[in-house]
C-alpha cells in the first residue's frame, strides 16, 4: 500500500479532530479503506491513490469549512463526504466543466467552449498558448488548472509570473519597497488564488514555496521541475523574455502562456514575444494554442460591448489581425 503526508500547519489540530479526537475517530469510520495516522499537525493516509486522493480532498473542504465558519460541527463530517460523492458522480455522468472546488466552497468550472477547451489541451499537452480579449477567463482557468493539479499531487509547486511592463504609469515613482511596486502588477494572480484556496492554506503554501508570484525577470537561470508554471500578460513579454521563460520548463511540468494581443505596453522599439510564438512553435508535438474570443468574456456585459467598440475603431497606423496573430505597423 501506498501513504501520503500532508500538513494541517497554521491550523490547531483540535480544531479537525475535535476534542479527545472524537472528530479523527469519526474520520477513520467515513474512510474505512484507508488507515489515518495523525501526529500533530501531520497526517499519514495509507492505502491505494483513489482513496487517498478523496480523503485529501476531504480534508480541504473540511478547512474550507474552518476558515468561512470558524468550527467544525459533526454534521459538517458527514455533509463533505456527501459533497465528495456528489463530486465524483457528476464526473462519472460526464459532466467535465468541473475543475475544482473553490473558496466558500463554490465550484470552479470551465464555462465556455474555448475555457473547456484549455482544460482538454492541458490534458494532453504540457505547453499551452491561452490568448484572448480582457474577462475571457484565461487566467484564471489558467491558475485553476494549477491549483487542481497541486491538490491532485500532481506536481510540486505553482509557480506564477507576469512581466512587469507599466501601462502608461511609472513603476519609479510608486511608493514603497520592491514588493510594494511589483504587487500591484500581480494582483490578478493573488485574486484567482483567493477563490481557490482557502486563505491559510494559502498563506503556508506562499511561505514555503509551494507557490510563488514573482515578476518575469527573476526568472532567469532556473529550472523548473515537478511545476506548473504560468506566463500572464505574455504579451508584454519581449522575444528573448518569452523564450527565457519557456526555456526554464523542467522535467515532469506544464507551462501556460496567457495573453492579449489587443493589449501590448512595451515600448514601440520592442516586439511582443507571443506575436511571433505561434508562427515559430506552431506544429511542435506537445505544445497547443487555443484561441478564446468574445463570446468567452464572463465579466459585466458591458465589457463584451467594449472590447467590440475597440476593435472597431483600430487606429489606420496600426492594424492587429487578432485570428492570426500579426502586429502590423504602416
Partial sequence: MEESIFSLSNYEPIEIYGPNDAYLKKMKDLFPKIKIIARGELIKVIGAEGDRLAFEQYIDMLLLQLDTVGKITEQDLLDCVNRGKEEKLSDSAGNGDLILYGHNGNMITARTPNQREMVKAMDANDLLFAIGPAGSGKTFTAVALAVRALKNKEIRRIILTRPAVEAGENLGFLPGDLKDKLDPYLRPLYDALNEMIPSQKLKAYMEDGTIEIAPLAFMRGR???????????????????????LTRMGEFSKFIITGDVTQIDLPKKSNSGLLNARRILDGINGISFVQLDEKDIIRHKLVTKIVRAYEKHESDEERIDYGQYNYIKL
Fill in 223 to 245: 529550472t523548473l521541475n515537478h511545476a506548473y508554471a504560468i506566463l500572464d500578460e505574455a504579451q508584454n513579454a519581449t522575444d528573448k523574455q518569452l523564450k527565457m521563460f
